[in-house]
């Protein structure tokens, strides 16, 4: 029997950075080499190795070593942790109602009437927190336990009109009404208001906490603005819709380069001619975008029968799929990805409000320096020695401000960078005369190119397949 210290000048034992895996490679190849499966599995306790020796690996080292001079094999396995499932909030109601025109027995559609709303009622269970479940741990090939990452606790977000119990596991409505998710997340009650006709002199504005469906249309010059969604079952002209939620427009927008559609989360309509509309999530289009400025957080689809972009201005945090963009005219059309216009007004607003911040900062100090010289000649008069104790109070006020600040900047820098998952997508064919801009970088089309995706890469903006 050969000893490990003699085994130990032939082979190396190496770990992968868990303990799950330990691997046996040859540091010296030398045809004489022999040793018995014993020796292996004396060799391998001397490192510590308990658990999952791969036994059939030993016998053909044994039997055949000049087979694994040259590799580095996995000779002990152990058993992988499982992870736990975080926790999740379960909806006990359907929150995708069916919005769909009422077909008539003669088979006509009546865009007129709506197929009823989900509401629900005072009282009535609207989710619950499912727990997380427990992970399962490992062995290393020491024997030891190798550790689990358990589940995360889910937490309700809690909106408007809802109640949650003691335990903090169900939520219950308040009020009669439609479950309706906001912007960040929040899970309300809205009421609903219901406009039978169209938004005019006859209705005026509507400014309302809940759900607003309007079974007409919304004429030039009027507004309407709603907590939770806005339904329109017709069209909308050069209005203001202000929704908290998400906007769903069963015709088609005409803005006459006035008003504007602004969603918290999402807006779906048919088409857009001359308009302005921005959404907090996805602007979803079935037939066309011309000559208008659309702005969503994520993607811009317009991917249906029709599918086109032409003109304007469409920027998409992340991603713009369209059918067609441009036309054979060579109409300018500008397509932004990558691009969260929020957040670059936002970091322009705290780079001017650090600069007021140092200012007062700066002046602060030059009455500190004052107050501290006539401290140290003994001159110091009780008001003064107030305003010390105040202008030290509002420089330590300042400087923590100004941390905060500088952190959110360095955030946002970050996140204007960060043009990873910024794509277009042009199923069928995008024309000359149209701009592909991806976070900082700029890319024109010349001539008309067919099913590509634009995307940035080492510093250039470059084009592979539509897949």
Known sequence: MIGNYALSQYLNITFSEDKGIAYLQFSKKDENFSCTIEDLESFLHSHNIRYGIQRDILQRISSNPEEYFFNRVPIAIGQPSVNGTDGRVMFTVDLEEDRKPQEMADGKVDYKDLVRLHNVRKGQLIAKIIPPEPGKPGIMVTGEELPFKPGKEAHFKVGKNVLVDQEETAMYAAIDGLV????????????????????????????????????????????????????????????????????????????????????GKNVKVSFIQDGNVVAGEDIIVSQSVMHSNIRAGHDVLCNGAKGLIVGGIVQAGERVVARTIGNTM????????????????????????????????????????????????????????????????TKQSHMREEKKIKERVLEIEKLLEDTGRARVEVIKTIYGGSKIVIGRYTRFVKDPTERVVFIYSEGDITLSPYM
């Open 330 to 393: 060579s109409t300018a059309t500008a397509i932004e990805v990558g691009v969260v216009p929020e957040l670059r007004n936002e970091i322009n607003e705290l780079r001017v409000e650090l600069r007021h911040l140092l200012e007062n900062e700066d002046k602060t100090n030059k009455a500190l320096y004052l107050l501290n010289q006539l401290a140290n000649n003994g001159q110091l008069s009780p008001d003064k020695m107030a305003l010390r104790v105040k202008l030290n109070a």
């Open 180 to 263: 309706t998710l906001t912007d960040k997340g929040k899970i309300n009650v809205f009421p609903v208001f219901e406009v039978n006709g169209d938004v005019d002199y006859s209705t005026g504005n509507i400014d309302f906490v809940g759900t607003v469906v309007i079974r007409g249309n919304v004429l030039t010059g009027f507004s309407v603005k709603s907590a939770g969604d806005i339904r329109v079952v017709g069209g909308v002209e050069g209005a203001e819709l202000i929704s908290g939620g998400s906007i769903e427009i069963t015709g088609g927008i005409i803005g006459y380069n006035k008003g504007l559609v602004s969603a």
